[in-house]
């Protein structure tokens, strides 16, 4: 499967759980990490945690793993990569004290 219909599944997975200011950053002109970066956030750890679960499961769907998850426990960032894409799903105070999008500011905004 192409990373763009990946991060679309992963998107409408984080969308699904009411997931706060998703931003896709397109990487792949800039890094060998991946081709996306998909970044979101959930008001609670609950909520950051069932968003996790939620591309987890959608993406299983159609037989995509990951290669790793970091972070579940405490649920302050939790880091899914998927080699095509790496989603960073924050809880709200540890995305502005982050700031992953403006250390990726050379990527592009990705429409899916």
């Not at 790793?68 to 799903?89: F, K, R, S």
């Amino acid at each position: 499967m192409e990373a763009k219909e990946m991060a679309r599944l992963a998107v409408a997975a984080l969308e699904d759980r009411k997931a706060v200011d998703v931003k896709v950053i397109n990487i792949e002109n800039i890094s060998t990490l991946a081709d996306y970066f998909i970044i979101a956030s959930g008001t609670n750890c609950n909520q950051v945690q069932a968003m996790s679960e939620a591309v987890e499961e959608e993406l299983q769907k159609h037989d995509i793993h990951p290669k790793n998850i970091e972070g579940y426990q405490t649920a302050n960032w939790i880091l899914m990569d998927y080699g095509d894409i790496v989603l960073h799903i924050f809880d709200e105070e540890n995305r502005l004290f982050y700031d992953i999008e403006r250390i990726w500011k050379d990527g592009s905004p990705a429409e899916l």
